[in-house]
C-alpha cells in the first residue's frame, strides 16, 4: 500500500493551488483550493453551506489547457459527460495541475483503482457481494422446470474464461459434451441457459458465433444441445445480432453462422447491431452535437441524424423486440448470438427479459439482471467503459454498449412509465458507475477477471451502498404499480426520444423538470397519507365503538 | 343531402395505416355530417366517425385484385385508408366525399345545423362565457395612459379590425384614421398587451405603405404616441416579424416597414419568421414524414430537418422571447408587424403574452387568448383552415403553430400551464371541424354578418364544462414556475416533435401509461379521502364528547344513556372508491410489427380492451364530432395494436424481407 501511495505521490507534482476558480454550467462560481489526491481532484471554498467538487480521476475523459497571460483555463471533461472549467492563476502551477491530472486519470493499473482504497462511511447492510449468487437465481429456475442443471464445467473458467464459474445448461448433457460445444463456439461460449418463460416454458439461449469456417465445419454435441431445448414438433429462432455480410465475413476469421442444413429445425433471423468503434463514434457524434452552440435547427438535426445513435437505440431494441416476440407469441425458443457473445447478445437478452419478465422491473430484479446478463455474462466492462465521448486518444475496446443498453430501458421506461419500481435516476446512476466509481462492482472484465482480483474481499458493491433505504428511496419510481404483463414498446422513431437526462443533463437547467417530478411525488405522498390517515381513523372509530358499551346499548 | 350519391356500401375494407396487413372489414355510411364505419363483427360494435368538415383530402388510388382504395386525409392528422370492392361504388364515395368536404358557402358548415341538447337561453349564454372587455380592465384598462377607442365602430376604419380598440390617450381620432390610411387593410397599431406593473405596452398593426420613401405624419404621431404612453421608457422596438428580404420585396409594392430616421426613437428589428406559404409546405412535408410507413431513424430525422417545421417553431418562439423580454426585463414598448398583421403578429403577441403572463396559462385564459389576438384581430380562420372551397394558397397552418409553441413550453416548464396536452389538441381539432361557431369567417365583421352568436354554439364554455378533462394535474397556482416569465430554452435540442397532434391516431406510438391519468386518478381519490377525513375527524370528535357527556352525566345524575343514530355517518363507512391500479395498461398491449412481416402462423391475439390506454372520451355532447372521435380512437386502436401475428398465414407481399435472408 504504501509503494502505491509514493507511487501517486510521484504523479502529483503539485497537491495544492490557493484562489481556483471553478466554472459549472448552471451552477455558481466556486473560487476555493485546488487539491489532488491519488484519487480525487478536490476543489473546496473552505466556506459552510459551499458545495465541494470531488471528482474522481477515473471520471475524467479528457483535459484540454489554454493560457490567458499567465492565467490558465483548464477544462475538465468527464466520462459522465459533465465539463467543468478551472482557471488557476500562473503557468507553472496550471501546467502542473494539468499533467498531474491528466497522469492520474490515464493509469491502467487495475489495482490502483480507488475501489481498492475507499472505506464505505455507511454501515453495510446487506452485501452486495452475495446479493445475487447464481446459485440463487437458478432455485427459482428450479422451481419452475427441471429440465436444467447448473454446471461446474467452468469451475476454473478453462473452458471458457468469460463465463461464470456455473452456468445452466439442459440436464441432458454432460460436462463432457460441454467440453466438445465449447470448441466450436466463438471464445468457448457455449450455449447458456439465460431466460426461462414461465408461461409457456420457452427459453432464451446464448452463445458465441459457431466457428463453422469457410469449409462449413459442423458440431453435431452442438447441434444436439441447442435442439434439447425444443419442444417435440416445434421450431425455434437463432437471432444472429449480426447483419448477413457481416455474418458472412466472419467465416474467413474461423467464424460463421448455424447453417440451415445443419440445423433445419431452426430458423435464422439476421439483425444489424453496430460494435465496437462504431458505437463509439456514434456516441462521441452524439455528444457533440448535443454541445454544439449554434443554435441551428438544421444543424442540431442533422448532426443527431448523423450520429446514428438514436438508430442504434431503434435497432436494439427491435431485435430485443423480436426476440420477445418468437417466445411469447411465438412459443418458440430462442438462440442469440453474434460474434463474441458479449455484448449485442447481451442487449438482446437483457432487454427481452424487461420486456417478459415482470420481476426484472423491479429494483432488485434489474440488479439481479445487471449482475446475470452483464457482469456474470462476461461484458467487458473495463475495457468497453474505459473512454468515454470526450477522449482524444484512439479508441481500443471501448464502446457505450451497456450505455446503449440503458438508454433503450429509458425508452421502455418512457413508454411504460408505472411498470418499472425504479425511475430514470437509476439508471443514469449505473451508467456513472459503469465508467467511474468508487465500487469495485464494474471493475474487471469478466467474472474469473473479478476472481483474480478478489473484489468481494477487497472492494465494496455497488450495491450494497444502493440497496439502502435512504438510496433506495431516491431511486424508486412513485409511479410503480406492479404490472405482470409483458410490455411491448414502440419502436417507431417518433416514439424514440434523446436522453435527455443523461445527454443534455449538463446543457441545460433541470430546475423545472425536477420541480415537476417533486410535485408529482408530492401528490402521491399526500395521497398516501390521507389513506393511511382514513385507516387509522376507522380503527379509532371502531375502537371507541366496541370500548364503549354505552354506545351500544339501546 | 343531394350530394349523397351512395348512401351505404358494405364490405369495405378499414386498413391499418402502419401495418395494411391489419384490417377490420365493415359498412361504409355517408350522412349529411359525417362518414361513418361500421365494423362488422359479430359481438362489437365499433364505430369510426368522421366530420366531413374534418377531410382535407379525398383520394381514390388505382384499384388493385383486393378492390378499390381510397385514402382520406383528415385536418386533424387522421389518415383513412378505406379499400371498397367495387370500383363504381368508390367512385361514388370518391365524388361524394369530394362534394360533402368542400363546403361552397357558410350555410352549410356543420355549426350551422349542429343542435346538441340545450335550449336557447343556455346557448345565448354560451357566448357570454368569455368577455374581452374583462380581459382589458384586468390588464388595468382603460387607463389614464390607455383609452378604447370608438373609432372602428361599424368596421369603418379598417374592415379587418374589431369595433373596440384600445389606442394611447393622447392618439386622436384624426391621427388614428390617418394612420391606418398609411398600413395595409387599414391595421393602425393597437394595443394588444399591456403590463400595469411597468406600463410597457405590446402593440400590433400591418405594414406601412412607405414604399421607397413616402412617410405619413399621423403614422409617426401615433408611433410617438404609444411611445409616451410608457412614461418610463425613452424608446420602443418596432419588430417586423419578416425576413429582411421579403419586407425589402415589399417596398416595390409601395409597402414595405418603418425607416429608423423618420420615427422618433424606435429602435427598428427583423425577426425572420417565414411566410403562410413556406409554412404550409413546411408542414406537408412533416406530415408526410409522419406517414411513412416503418420509416427508419434516418428516415425520419432527416424529413424532419428538410421539412424545416422545428426551425419555423423556434423563429416563433425566439421572436416571442425578444418580446416578452423587451416588456418584462427592459420595460420597453413594442410594435409588431408583418405584412398584413393577422398571421405572423398574432403568433408573435401570443407567445409573447404565454410567456409574459401568467393568466394565459391558465385554461379560460388561453381562450381569451385565443379570442384576442386570433378571432377578434381578423386571423382569417375560415380562409387559413379551408372552411369552405377557396384558394389553396390563402390555407396555412398559422394556428397550429401557436399551439405548438405553447406544448413546447408545456414540455419545459410542466407545472406552469393549468391545461393539458389534450386541451390544445381539443382546440386544433375545432379550429377545423366548424362544429362551433368561434372560429368560423375570417374576422369580426363577417361573423356578425353570419350571426355566428345568433345561430351557432361556442367552443369556449364547452370546454369550461369538461375542464376536468383538460387540467394539468401539476399545475399549482402558487407555483414558484407559475409565476412570472417564462425564460424558456430554445437550444434546438429543447425542441421535440409533437407526436402527440401530428401522429395523434397511431395510438401504437404513443406512452401506453399516462402519468397524467394515474395522477388525475390520484387526486380525484385525494379528494375523496380528504373529504373522509373531514367527516372522520368531526365524527369522532363528536363520540368522544358524546361520551364524556354521557360520563359525566352517568356519574352526577341519571343513567340516561345515548345512542348515536344508525347511518348518521356512514359516508366514513364507505371505503373510498378504490382506485383501480396502474391503469391497467399492460392488458391491451400487444407487440408491433418488429419482424419486417416474416412471423406467421400464429393465433390471433383477442382484442384487448385498449379503449383504457388512451385518452378518456370526453362525449359529454351528444352527436359531437368529438364524441364520435373518442369512438373512432378506441376503434383504430383496436386495429393498430392487434397482433401482428395475424391468422393470415400468407406473407405480406410488400413486407421487408431483408431480415430474413437464409444463407
Known amino acids: 500500500m504504501l509503494l502505491y501511495i509514493m507511487e501517486f505521490a510521484e504523479l502529483i507534482k503539485t497537491p ?16 476555493g483550493t485546488l487539491c489532488l489526491t491519488g484519487h480525487h481532484l478536490i476543489l473546496s471554498s473552505r466556506q459552510d453551506n459551499t458545495e465541494e467538487l470531488w471528482l474522481l480521476h477515473s471520471n475524467i475523459d479528457s483535459i484540454e489547457k489554454r493560457f490567458v497571460g499567465s492565467l490558465g483555463h483548464i477544462t475538465v471533461k468527464c466520462k459522465d459527460l459533465r465539463v467543468i472549467q478551472l482557471e488557476i492563476t500562473g503557468m507553472e502551477e496550471c501546467l502542473n495541475i494539468a499533467s498531474s491530472i491528466e497522469a492520474l486519470s490515464t493509469l491502467d493499473l ?31 429456475l428450479e422451481s419452475m422446470t427441471d429440465e436444467w442443471r447448473l454446471s461446474e464445467v467452468n469451475k476454473d473458467f478453462s473452458l471458457c474464461p468469460s463465463y461464470p464459474p456455473l452456468v445452466a445448461v439442459p440436464k441432458d448433457f454432460d460436462d463432457e459434451t460441454l467440453k466438445k460445444v465449447a470448441t466450436f463456439r466463438h471464445g468457448g461460449r457455449f450455449p447458456v441457459l439465460s431466460y426461462y418463460h414461465k408461461k409457456n416454458g420457452m427459453v432464451m439461449m446464448r452463445a458465441g458465433q459457431p466457428l463453422t469456417g469457410t469449409n462449413g ?13 425444443l419442444r417435440p414438433g416445434k421450431r425455434g429462432y437463432i437471432i444472429d445480432t449480426r447483419a448477413i455480410n457481416v455474418a458472412q465475413q466472419a467465416k474467413a476469421r474461423g467464424g460463421g453462422f448455424e447453417l440451415e442444413a445443419n440445423y433445419p429445425q431452426w430458423r435464422r433471423i439476421h439483425k444489424a447491431i453496430e460494435r465496437y468503434n462504431v458505437l463509439q463514434e456514434s456516441l462521441i457524434k452524439l455528444v457533440e452535437a448535443c454541445n454544439d452552440q449554434s443554435h441551428s435547427m438544421d444543424r442540431w438535426l442533422s448532426k443527431l441524424e448523423a450520429s446514428n445513435w438514436q438508430t442504434n437505440v431503434k435497432e436494439i431494441l427491435t431485435t430485443a423486440c423480436l426476440a420477445a416476440q418468437c417466445i411469447d407469441r411465438e412459443g418458440a425458443s430462442v438462440l442469440v448470438h453474434g460474434t463474441e457473445g458479449t455484448d449485442s447478445t447481451l442487449q438482446v437478452t437483457s432487454l427481452a427479459q424487461i420486456i417478459l419478465d415482470p420481476g426484472c422491473r423491479t429494483v432488485k430484479g434489474f440488479q439481479s439482471l445487471v449482475e446475470r446478463e452483464w457482469l456474470q455474462a462476461g461484458h467487458p466492462f473495463q475495457q468497453r467503459c474505459a473512454q468515454s465521448a470526450f477522449s482524444n486518444s484512439k479508441p481500443r475496446h471501448e464502446a457505450p454498449v451497456f450505455l446503449l443498453f440503458l438508454d433503450c430501458v429509458w425508452q421502455i421506461l418512457r413508454q411504460f412509465p408505472c411498470s418499472f419500481e425504479f425511475n430514470e435516476s437509476f439508471l443514469v446512476l449505473l451508467f456513472e458507475h459503469a465508467y467511474a466509481s468508487q465500487f469495485g462492482t464494474f471493475l474487471g472484465n469478466s467474472a474469473a477477471e473479478r476472481a483474480r482480483l478478489c473484489l468481494p474481499e477487497k472492494t465494496v458493491s455497488l450495491w450494497s451502498w444502493v440497496n439502502r433505504p435512504q438510496e433506495l428511496e431516491r431511486l424508486t419510481n412513485p409511479l410503480y404499480e406492479p404490472n405482470s404483463l409483458v410490455i411491448w414498446p414502440s419502436v417507431a422513431p417518433q416514439s424514440l426520444l434523446l436522453w435527455e437526462g443523461v445527454f ?9 423538470l425536477d420541480e415537476a417530478y417533486e410535485e408529482m411525488v408530492h401528490i402521491i405522498e399526500y395521497n398516501k397519507e390521507l389513506q393511511t390517515k382514513v385507516n387509522s381513523l376507522r380503527r379509532q372509530l371502531a375502537q371507541l365503538e366496541t370500548e364503549d358499551p354505552l354506545l351500544h346499548t339501546p | 343531402m343531394e350530394h349523397i350519391r351512395l348512401p351505404k356500401v358494405e364490405n369495405v375494407k378499414l386498413l391499418d395505416r402502419i401495418s395494411h396487413r391489419r384490417r377490420r372489414v365493415g359498412t361504409l355510411y355517408l350522412t349529411a355530417t359525417h362518414t361513418i364505419f361500421v365494423e362488422s363483427e359479430a359481438g362489437v360494435r365499433n364505430e369510426t366517425w368522421v366530420l366531413h368538415s374534418l377531410v382535407c383530402s379525398v383520394d381514390k388510388l388505382a384499384a388493385t385484385p383486393s378492390g378499390c382504395p381510397l385514402l382520406i386525409h383528415c385536418k386533424n392528422f387522421q389518415v383513412l385508408h378505406f379499400i371498397i370492392s367495387k370500383e363504381q361504388e368508390c367512385h361514388d364515395i370518391h365524388l361524394s366525399l369530394q362534394r360533402l368536404s368542400q363546403p361552397e358557402s357558410y350555410d352549410e358548415l356543420y355549426c350551422f345545423s349542429y343542435k346538441p341538447n340545450v335550449d336557447e337561453k343556455e346557448r345565448r349564454q354560451e357566448w357570454d362565457f368569455l368577455d374581452l372587455k374583462a380581459d382589458y380592465s384586468r390588464m388595468g384598462l382603460p387607463s389614464s395612459l390607455w383609452k378604447l377607442s370608438p373609432v372602428n365602430q361599424h368596421y369603418k376604419v379598417s374592415d379587418t379590425y374589431p369595433a373596440d380598440l384600445f389606442v394611447p390617450e393622447s392618439a386622436t381620432p384624426p391621427v388614428i384614421v390617418g394612420s391606418s390610411k398609411f398600413r395595409s387593410r387599414g391595421r393602425f397599431p393597437a394595443l394588444s398587451y399591456y403590463c400595469k406593473d411597468n406600463h410597457a405596452a405590446i402593440c400590433r398593426s400591418s405594414q406601412p405603405l412607405s414604399g421607397f420613401s413616402a412617410r405619413c405624419l399621423e403614422d409617426e404621431q401615433m408611433l410617438e404616441a404609444i411611445l409616451r404612453s410608457n412614461p418610463c421608457s425613452d424608446f420602443m422596438y418596432v419588430v417586423d416579424t419578416r425576413p429582411k428580404l421579403n419586407a425589402i420585396a415589399n417596398r416595390a409594392a409601395g409597402k414595405g416597414y418603418e425607416n429608423e430616421d423618420n420615427y422618433s426613437n424606435i429602435k427598428f428589428q427583423f425577426v425572420g419568421i417565414e411566410n403562410i406559404h413556406v409554412m404550409r409546405n413546411s408542414q406537408q412535408k412533416m406530415l408526410e414524414v409522419c406517414e411513412l410507413r416503418s420509416p427508419s431513424m434516418s428516415d425520419f430525422l432527416e424529413g424532419l430537418e428538410s421539412s424545416g417545421w422545428l426551425k419555423h417553431i423556434k423563429a416563433v418562439l425566439d421572436a416571442g422571447i425578444f418580446i416578452a423580454k423587451a416588456v418584462a426585463e427592459e420595460g420597453v414598448s413594442v410594435l409588431i408587424h408583418c405584412s398584413d398583421g393577422w398571421d405572423r403578429t398574432s403568433q408573435v403577441c401570443s407567445v409573447a403574452c404565454v410567456l409574459l403572463d401568467p393568466y394565459y396559462r391558465t385554461l379560460r385564459g388561453f381562450m381569451v387568448l385565443i379570442e384576442k389576438d386570433w378571432v377578434s384581430f381578423g386571423h382569417k ?63 369580426q365583421r363577417e361573423r356578425i354578418e353570419l350571426r355566428v352568436h345568433e345561430r351557432t354554439h361556442s367552443l369556449w364554455s364547452y370546454l369550461w364544462a369538461n375542464r376536468t378533462d383538460y387540467t394539468n394535474p401539476l399545475y399549482r397556482p402558487n407555483h414558484s414556475q407559475t ?16 407526436k402527440g397532434l401530428y401522429n395523434r391516431f397511431d395510438h401504437g406510438m404513443h406512452p401506453r401509461q399516462s402519468v397524467e391519468d394515474y395522477l388525475r386518478a390520484i387526486q380525484e381519490e385525494t379528494q375523496q379521502l380528504e373529504e373522509h377525513t373531514g367527516e372522520g375527524l368531526h365524527y369522532i370528535r363528536e363520540v368522544i364528547l358524546i361520551l364524556w357527556l354521557i360520563t359525566v352525566h352517568s356519574y352526577y345524575k341519571s343513567k ?44 390471433c391475439q383477442p382484442k384487448g380492451p385498449d379503449s383504457i390506454l388512451l385518452p378518456k372520451s370526453t362525449n359529454q355532447i351528444s352527436d359531437a364530432s368529438f364524441s364520435n372521435g373518442s369512438d373512432q380512437e378506441s376503434g383504430i386502436a383496436d386495429l393498430s395494436c392487434r397482433s401482428p401475428l395475424s391468422e393470415d398465414s400468407t406473407r405480406d407481399p410488400d413486407s421487408d424481407e431483408a431480415a430474413y435472408s437464409a444463407a
Not at chain 2, 387 to 411: A, N, R, T, Y
Not at chain 2, 565 to 588: E, M
Request: glycine fraction near 6%.
Open chain 1, 110 to 140: 487495475v489495482s490502483l483503482m480507488y475501489p481498492f482504497f475507499y472505506r464505505p462511511m455507511f454501515e453495510v447492510i446487506e452485501d452486495g457481494w452475495n446479493s445475487f449468487l447464481p446459485q440463487n437465481a437458478f432455485k427459482d
Open chain 1, 217 to 229: 465445419r459442423r458440431c453435431k454435441e452442438d447441434e444436439k444441445l441447442i435442439n434439447a431445448t
Open chain 2, 381 to 443: 380562420f375560415s380562409h387559413r383552415c379551408k372552411h369552405v372551397v377557396g384558394d389553396p394558397k390563402e390555407v396555412s397552418p398559422i394556428i397550429d403553430q401557436l399551439l405548438e409553441c405553447v406544448w413546447q413550453l408545456m414540455e419545459q416548464f410542466p407545472c406552469a400551464f393549468e391545461f393539458n396536452e389534450r386541451f390544445l389538441i381539443t382546440i386544433h381539432n375545432h379550429f377545423y371541424s366548424c362544429q362551433f361557431g368561434n372560429f368560423i369567417g375570417n374576422n
Open chain 2, 483 to 498: 409565476q412570472g416569465l417564462l425564460r424558456a430554452s430554445t437550444s434546438p435540442y429543447s425542441f421535440k416533435f409533437w
Open chain 1, 504 to 512: 443534455l443533463r449538463w446543457n441545460r437547467s433541470s430546475k423545472c
Open chain 1, 16 to 31: 495544492r493551488v490557493d484562489g481556483v476558480v471553478l466554472h459549472r454550467p448552471f451552477m455558481p462560481t466556486v473560487e
Open chain 2, 560 to 603: 340516561e344513556k345515548k345512542k348515536i343514530p344508525p347511518g348518521c355517518f356512514s359516508a366514513f363507512d364507505k371505503s373510498p372508491t378504490v382506485w383501480a391500479p396502474g391503469n391497467n395498461l399492460g392488458l391491451a398491449n400487444t407487440p408491433q410489427d418488429y419482424t419486417g412481416g416474416f412471423i406467421t402462423g400464429s393465433p
